[in-house]
């Protein structure tokens, strides 16, 4: 029999059951002992009293990946949620903070602890979490060093444009989140991104001096009357206006 069936089974003993505290206890006993039945059945909609006994009782509550399951189904209590959610592996928090079915609350917490560990992951983590992360944790992504992992953060779609003219106009903006941005293939085309690098003193001047001439004469006046430009960018823009 097939995972799912045995889903659909021990859910249908779940609807049969009275649903007090010892049935719950035996329904748990009997299914709790194949990890992948018991997380698919509590990702259903199941009573919130086998939610909060799973998160309360041995073994199953000291399971790291069941409290994920928990806190990323919807029927579970907000007070509970919040209580597991500081126990999840990065992978979970990245699920919770982009469910637009769970509580605003439950998922700002989850994002606010995913930029507190970023410090403590590892690169390739970095990488995939940037490739799936909610625009919160992205914003703070964008201050990384590693090339890859910013590749990975302009790709996601969920990157606005708002947070990446933000990060790119930083005083101290890198030099790799510049290069990445011009690399782009989404953003390299967009005309606010190139006025931007235009504008940001940090740009590598190669990079600077090659997004002069899509600007509009009003653009170049602005880059001319920027005296904190290298002389040279300011000096190519002047050009190109009394051309």
């Known amino acids: 029999?097939?995972?799912?069936?045995?889903?659909?089974?021990?859910?249908?003993?779940?609807?049969?059951?009275?649903?007090?505290?010892?049935?719950?206890?035996?329904?748990?006993?009997?299914?709790?002992?194949?990890?992948?039945?018991?997380?698919?059945v509590l990702r259903r909609d199941v009573p919130e009293a086998l939610l909060e006994y799973v998160a309360q009782t041995r073994p199953w509550c000291e399971d790291r990946r069941l409290a994920g399951v928990l806190v990323g189904n919807p029927r579970t209590p907000s007070a509970l949620a919040l209580r597991l959610v500081s126990e999840l592996y990065w992978r979970d928090l990245a699920d919770v903070a982009t469910s637009l079915h769970l509580p605003a609350a439950l998922r700002v917490r989850a994002e606010a602890l995913l930029v507190e560990r970023l410090g403590e992951m590892r690169r390739g983590?970095?990488?995939?979490?940037?490739?799936r992360a909610s625009p919160g944790t992205l914003r703070a992504l964008l201050h990384e060093r590693d090339s890859e992992v910013l590749d990975a953060v302009l790709f996601n779609p969920r990157l606005q444009e708002q947070a990446l003219l933000a990060g790119l106009r930083a005083e101290a903006a890198c030099p790799q989140?510049?290069?990445?941005?011009?690399?782009?293939?989404?953003?390299?085309?967009?005309?606010?991104?190139?006025?931007?690098?235009?504008?940001?003193p940090r740009t590598p001047l190669g990079l600077a001096l090659g997004r002069l001439s899509s600007l509009v004469p009003r653009d170049l006046r602005q880059v001319v009357a920027q005296r904190r430009l290298r002389p040279v960018v300011r000096a190519a823009a002047q050009r190109l206006l009394d051309r």
């Open 1 to 40: 029999m097939s995972v799912q069936a045995q889903i659909e089974n021990a859910l249908g003993e779940l609807r049969r059951q009275a649903g007090d505290a010892a049935a719950l206890r035996a329904f748990v006993e009997k299914f709790g002992r194949d990890w992948f039945l018991l997380a698919g």
């Open 125 to 131: 983590d970095k990488i995939a979490l940037a490739r």
């Open 177 to 200: 989140l510049l290069e990445a941005a011009a690399r782009s293939p989404r953003w390299s085309a967009s005309y606010a991104v190139a006025k931007q690098l235009v504008l940001q």
